[in-house]
């Protein structure tokens, strides 16, 4: 099985390739149009920007890449926002995978940290991505969340309720990052090999 990573201008992506290699996999890290295409699986990963992101994507044409593909896709963290509908930060249009917007954290007391960084645990959990994931605890690091919608496979409570992981079609995706969320984490990886 061949999983492809792509590559482009977002932090955090060699902590997903550690991850899959800690279950037995060896994925490609690329922005070969033709080797993404070909991926039994494809990841898009990363941690950053939202409007810059977004910029370098259509600036290399992977934003029609990513709605293109036809096999299984994981987004996380910046991956699931920028599949979203539009982000409040920068104010950008993003890929419209999913009918959600992403919206900044609000703090109304000063006990309530922002970003969003820590443990917390997943609600109502659906599909096969999350199987036996309701109430594990995974790993977040994030100040913009995507609102809940009819796409919603999971949720978290942090300051409101909002979508912890989303599914459309062959397009999943998770806000927490399974790379560093332990035992958890792992799971929801291997899950997604099995998609």
């Not at 890290?29 to 993404?36: A, E, G, N, S, Y």
């Not at 096969?128 to 409570?157: C, F, N, P, R, W």
Request: glycine share 6%.
């Amino acid at each position: 099985m061949s999983i492809a990573v792509i590559k482009y201008n977002a932090g955090n992506i060699h902590s997903v390739v550690h991850g899959l290699r800690r279950i037995g996999v060896e994925p490609i890290v690329t922005d070969d149009f033709r080797v993404l295409r070909a991926a039994d699986k494809v990841i898009f990963p990363g941690v950053g920007e939202a409007s810059s992101t977004m910029a370098y994507l259509r600036a290399h044409q992977l934003d029609q890449l990513i709605r293109s593909l036809t096999q299984p896709v994981l987004g996380i963290c910046i991956g699931l926002q920028l599949m979203c509908r539009h982000s409040e930060e920068g104010d950008v249009d993003c890929l419209g995978i999913f009918d959600a917007d992403v919206k900044r954290f609000v703090s109304e007391r000063i006990q309530d940290k922002v970003p969003h960084m820590g443990w917390n645990t997943l609600q109502q959990t659906q599909t096969d991505l999350l199987k036996d994931m309701e109430a594990a605890y995974v790993y977040y690091v994030h100040s913009y969340y995507a609102s809940l919608s009819s796409q919603t496979i999971a949720v978290t409570d942090y300051l409101n309720p909002f979508s912890a992981a989303l599914h459309r079609d062959n397009f999943y995706a998770t806000q927490f990052h399974p790379e560093k969320s332990g035992m958890a984490g792992a799971q929801v990886l291997k899950n997604f090999l099995l998609l």
